[in-house]
C-alpha cells in the first residue's frame, strides 16, 4: 500500500493585471492560487469530520470512497481578514461558507477549516436573499441559509463584495469555492475574478500542483488541444455543467461497446477519485478484460493482475478524437489479495443511468481547458517534462483559446449544445496521489 503525507502546501503567485490580448508576457494576467492537498476518506461527505490525521497514511479500500487527497484552497473573508480553507468544486454553481451562528454539538464543526462570523466583519452586508442549493455527482447535497457580501483574498487578489452563501454547522456541507458556471443567484469564483479585473476572461488551468487562473500554460500538453461543445444533459439537474458528449471507450483497439451503449455524456468531477460509469457500459469493459470478475459492491472490477498484457490499452473518445493511455494507469494494486481493481467504477445511486464522471484519476492524465463564454471544452495528452513554463492569456471572446483544434461531436448529440455566452477557460489538471 502506498503512504503519503496527508498536508501539501504550494507556493503562490500574485495576480498581475494586464489587456485582452494573447501573448507571452513576463507578467500575464493570470493569477496563481495558494493549492492545498488535504487527505481524505470520506469525499463529498462530513469532510470537517472524517478527514485524516496529518501523519496518517491512507490505505487504498475498494470501494466508492478510497482514501485520496482532495484539492482545496486558502483564502480570507471579512474585514479583519478570516482564514479559511474551502473544497475547489468543478460541478457546483456558487461558493459557501459555514457559518459560526446556530447549535452545533460537533466539536470539529470549528475547525482549522474555518467557520464565518458575520458580525466580526466590518465590510459584510447581509442580504435578504435565500441561499438554497442542491450539489454532488455521487449523491444529493442540500444546503440552504443566507446569502452574505464580504471582501474575499486569494492569491494576492482581492475580490470586493463577493457573494457567499452562509450555512449552518449542523448541516452536511463544507466550505465550497465553485469554479464552473454560476446561476442566477450564485456566481463562482473563477467568474468573479474576471469581473473584477484580475483576469481577462473566466478562465483556470490546474496542473503540477497549481491552480492557474486566466491562462494555458503551452508547457504542460503535447500536440494541440482538441475543441468540443459543452453540452447539457436532458436528465441531470445541473442544466449548466463542464460536460461533453463520449462517443466511445476502447480497450486494446477494440470498442467494448456492440450493443448501442453510447455515446454518453460525461462530466467533469475534481473532487471524485476515479471515472465512473454506468453498470451496462461496466459490465461490456468487464467482458474484455479476462477473468475480470462482475463491479464488486463498490463498483470497482477486481481480476488477476496476470490477466492483462504490459502493453493494454484504454481509450476514450470524444467526437472524432481518442485519447489513448497505458491501462496500467487506471489499476490499483492490493498486494494483500494479490488482486488488481480497476479504477474505472460503475456507479448506480443517485446517478441518472446514462451519465459518465470523469474524475480526478482521469483528469490527472489529460490538459482540459473549459471555456464558458464559447461552451466549449479543449483536451491535450499531459506532458511530464521539465519543460520551463509558457504560460500565455486567454483572450475574452470567440477562439479565446490559443492553439486550439475545433471538432464538432460525432454521432447523436447526447445533450443539447450551450448556447455562447461569457468566456471561462479552465484548464483542469490534477497531480492527484492516490
Same mark, same amino acid.
Given at each position: 500500500?502506498?503512504?503519503?503525507?496527508?498536508?501539501?502546501?504550494?507556493?503562490?503567485?500574485?495576480?498581475?493585471?494586464?489587456?485582452?490580448?494573447?501573448?507571452?508576457?513576463?507578467?500575464?494576467?493570470?493569477?496563481?492560487?495558494?493549492?492545498?492537498?488535504?487527505?481524505?476518506?470520506?469525499?463529498?461527505?462530513?469532510?470537517?469530520?472524517?478527514?485524516?490525521?496529518?501523519?496518517?497514511?491512507?490505505?487504498? *479500500?475498494?470501494?466508492?470512497?478510497?482514501?485520496?487527497?482532495?484539492?482545496?484552497?486558502?483564502?480570507?473573508?471579512?474585514?479583519?481578514?478570516?482564514?479559511?480553507?474551502?473544497?475547489?468544486?468543478?460541478?457546483?454553481?456558487?461558493?459557501?461558507?459555514?457559518?459560526?451562528?446556530?447549535?452545533?454539538?460537533?466539536?470539529?464543526?470549528?475547525?482549522?477549516?474555518?467557520?464565518?462570523?458575520?458580525?466580526?466583519?466590518?465590510?459584510?452586508?447581509?442580504?435578504?436573499?435565500?441561499?438554497?442549493?442542491?450539489?454532488?455527482?455521487?449523491?444529493?447535497?442540500?444546503?440552504?441559509?443566507?446569502?452574505?457580501?464580504?471582501?474575499?483574498?486569494?492569491?494576492?487578489?482581492?475580490?470586493? #463584495?463577493?457573494?457567499?452563501?452562509?450555512?449552518?454547522?449542523?448541516?452536511?456541507?463544507?466550505?465550497?469555492?465553485?469554479?464552473?458556471?454560476?446561476?442566477?443567484?450564485?456566481?463562482?469564483?473563477?467568474?468573479?475574478?474576471?469581473?473584477?479585473?484580475?483576469?481577462?476572461?473566466?478562465?483556470?488551468?490546474?496542473?503540477?500542483?497549481? *491552480?492557474?487562473?486566466?491562462?494555458?500554460?503551452?508547457?504542460?500538453?503535447?500536440?494541440?488541444?482538441?475543441?468540443?461543445?459543452?453540452?447539457?444533459?436532458?436528465?441531470?439537474?445541473?442544466?449548466?455543467?463542464?460536460?461533453?458528449?463520449?462517443?466511445?471507450?476502447?480497450?486494446?483497439?477494440?470498442?467494448?461497446?456492440?450493443?448501442?451503449?453510447?455515446?454518453?455524456?460525461?462530466?467533469?468531477?475534481?473532487?471524485?477519485?476515479?471515472?465512473?460509469?454506468?453498470?451496462?457500459?461496466?459490465?461490456?469493459?468487464?467482458?474484455?478484460?479476462?477473468?475480470?470478475?462482475?463491479?464488486?459492491?463498490?463498483?470497482?472490477?477486481?481480476?488477476?493482475?496476470?490477466?492483462?498484457?504490459?502493453?493494454?490499452?484504454?481509450?476514450?473518445?470524444?467526437?472524432?478524437?481518442?485519447?489513448?493511455?497505458?491501462?496500467?494507469?487506471?489499476? *490499483?494494486?492490493?498486494?494483500?489479495?494479490?488482486?488488481?481493481?480497476?479504477?474505472?467504477?460503475?456507479?448506480?445511486?443517485?446517478?441518472?443511468?446514462?451519465?459518465?464522471?470523469?474524475?480526478?484519476?482521469?483528469?490527472?492524465?489529460?490538459?482540459?481547458?473549459? #471555456?464558458?463564454?464559447?461552451?466549449?471544452?479543449?483536451?491535450?495528452?499531459?506532458?511530464?517534462?521539465?519543460?520551463?513554463?509558457?504560460?500565455?492569456?486567454?483572450?475574452?471572446?470567440?477562439?479565446?483559446?490559443?492553439?486550439?483544434?475545433?471538432? #464538432?461531436?460525432?454521432?447523436?448529440?447526447?445533450?443539447?449544445?450551450?448556447?455562447?455566452?461569457?468566456?471561462? *477557460?479552465?484548464?483542469?489538471?490534477?497531480?492527484?496521489?492516490?
Amino acid at each position: 500500500m502506498r503512504s503519503d503525507s496527508a498536508l501539501l502546501l504550494l507556493g503562490l503567485a500574485d495576480a498581475a493585471l494586464s489587456t485582452a490580448s494573447v501573448q507571452a508576457r513576463d507578467t500575464p494576467a493570470v493569477l496563481a492560487m495558494p493549492f492545498v492537498y488535504e487527505r481524505d476518506t470520506s469525499l463529498r461527505l462530513s469532510r470537517r469530520s472524517n478527514t485524516l490525521d496529518v501523519d496518517a497514511g491512507g490505505e487504498i *479500500v475498494p470501494g466508492i470512497f478510497p482514501a485520496m487527497r482532495t484539492f482545496a484552497a486558502n483564502f480570507t473573508y471579512g474585514t479583519p481578514p478570516q482564514h479559511f480553507q474551502a473544497y475547489l468544486e468543478t460541478v457546483t454553481n456558487g461558493c459557501w461558507l459555514v457559518t459560526a451562528r446556530g447549535s452545533c454539538s460537533d466539536s470539529d464543526c470549528a475547525d482549522e477549516w474555518g467557520s464565518y462570523n458575520i458580525t466580526n466583519s466590518t465590510s459584510a452586508t447581509e442580504l435578504d436573499e435565500p441561499f438554497d442549493t442542491w450539489f454532488s455527482t455521487l449523491g444529493s447535497e442540500h444546503l440552504n441559509g443566507s446569502f452574505v457580501t464580504d471582501n474575499l483574498t486569494i492569491g494576492g487578489a482581492t475580490l470586493k #463584495d463577493m457573494k457567499m452563501g452562509l450555512f449552518d454547522p449542523s448541516q452536511y456541507g463544507d466550505n465550497t469555492l465553485g469554479l464552473g458556471y454560476g446561476n442566477e443567484s450564485s456566481v463562482s469564483l473563477t467568474q468573479s475574478l474576471a469581473d473584477a479585473g484580475v483576469i481577462n476572461s473566466p478562465s483556470f488551468s490546474i496542473y503540477d500542483n497549481t *491552480v492557474l487562473f486566466g491562462g494555458v500554460n503551452k508547457a504542460k500538453y503535447n500536440g494541440s488541444l482538441e475543441t468540443f461543445p459543452i453540452v447539457n444533459s436532458s436528465t441531470s439537474s445541473l442544466d449548466r455543467a463542464l460536460r461533453l458528449n463520449m462517443e466511445d471507450i476502447y480497450f486494446d483497439g477494440k470498442s467494448i461497446s456492440s450493443d448501442k451503449l453510447f455515446p454518453l455524456d460525461a462530466i467533469f468531477d475534481v473532487q471524485v477519485p476515479y471515472t465512473y460509469i454506468p453498470v451496462s457500459v461496466a459490465e461490456a469493459l468487464s467482458k474484455k478484460i479476462e477473468t475480470a470478475s462482475e463491479p464488486n459492491y463498490g463498483g470497482l472490477l477486481n481480476f488477476s493482475c496476470n490477466a492483462l498484457h504490459n502493453d493494454s490499452k484504454i481509450s476514450f473518445k470524444f467526437g472524432d478524437t481518442g485519447f489513448e493511455f497505458d491501462l496500467e494507469e487506471f489499476i *490499483v494494486y492490493d498486494e494483500m489479495d494479490e488482486t488488481c481493481f480497476l479504477k474505472i467504477a460503475s456507479y448506480n445511486g443517485t446517478i441518472d443511468e446514462g451519465k459518465i464522471i470523469l474524475g480526478a484519476d482521469f483528469i490527472n492524465k489529460t490538459y482540459a481547458v473549459f #471555456d464558458l463564454e464559447n461552451d466549449e471544452i479543449s483536451l491535450a495528452k499531459r506532458t511530464w517534462t521539465d519543460a520551463e513554463d509558457d504560460i500565455v492569456e486567454i483572450k475574452s471572446g470567440k477562439n479565446g483559446v490559443p492553439g486550439t483544434k475545433d471538432h #464538432d461531436s460525432a454521432g447523436t448529440r447526447v445533450g443539447m449544445s450551450v448556447g455562447v455566452t461569457t468566456l471561462l *477557460v479552465v484548464s483542469a489538471m490534477f497531480a492527484m496521489a492516490i
